[in-house]
Structure formats: structure tokens, C-alpha cells
């Protein structure tokens, strides 16, 4: 059983929206801080947004700050990653994450316990 899920991804003109959902299978996924990463083939996997347990929180790439959006809802175990503005660059798989919380929220995906299988963003231009 898969314990994260995304879903939304699809293919979408430039300076559209999309909105991604992740959904945690396990209760005990409301404590942790979630991230959402994203890849090009070649590339290493990029840091784009991060939530904290409580969804306090929040911290962005620069690549996304003021397009992009998380969020939770914990009673569902859901996050949600709203893409504004898209652009043919945001072109990628995009994945979350879930990392028990530590000081701070990690950006860093090798601190991340748990992914998903990811979700097909493609923007045209």
C-alpha cells in the first residue's frame, strides 16, 4: 500500500493553474512536515514548497514564491500544492513528502522519510 499518493498533475497552458493533492494513508502523518519536490529527467530532485505539522508554517523556492501555494488539511490527511502562473520551466514530475519534524522544516530531500510515486506537470508554451 502506497502511503502517499499524488494526484492533478495533467498538462496545462502557459500562466495556467493546477492543483496538486497528496494523500497520507496513516493518521500518524498529521504530525509530520510535508514538502513538495519536483524532477527533470538528469536533473536532481528540486525542493519546492514545505508545510510544518501544525500547517503554521510555510516556506517556498524563490523559483515558485508568489506563484505557488501549500497547504493541509489534517483532518482529511491531505496536502495540496496550488500552481498559479505556470510556466513551461515548471515542467516536471512533482512529488511530496513527509519528514518527522525536527527544529526547523527541511528543504533538503535526503532528510524526507516517506515520498510518493509523483505526478506529471507538463506546461506548454
Known amino acids: 500500500q502506497e502511503r502517499l499518493v499524488e494526484s492533478g498533475g495533467g498538462l496545462v497552458q502557459a500562466g495556467g493553474s493546477l492543483r496538486l493533492s497528496c494523500a497520507a494513508s496513516?493518521?500518524?502523518?498529521?504530525?509530520?512536515?510535508f514538502g513538495w519536490f519536483r524532477q527533470v529527467p538528469g536533473k536532481e530532485r528540486e525542493f519546492i514548497a514545505a508545510?510544518?505539522?501544525?500547517?503554521?508554517?510555510?516556506t517556498y523556492a524563490d523559483s515558485v514564491k508568489g506563484r505557488f501555494t501549500i497547504s493541509r488539511d489534517s483532518t482529511k490527511n491531505m496536502v495540496h500544492l496550488q500552481m498559479n502562473s505556470l510556466k513551461p520551466e515548471d515542467t516536471a514530475v512533482y512529488y511530496c513528502a513527509a519528514d518527522w519534524p525536527g527544529s526547523t522544516m527541511s528543504i533538503k530531500a535526503a532528510e524526507y522519510d516517506y515520498w510518493g510515486q509523483g505526478t506529471q506537470v507538463t506546461v506548454s508554451s
Open positions: 496513516e493518521r500518524t502523518f498529521s504530525r509530520y512536515d
Open positions: 508545510i510544518n505539522w501544525t500547517g503554521g508554517r510555510t
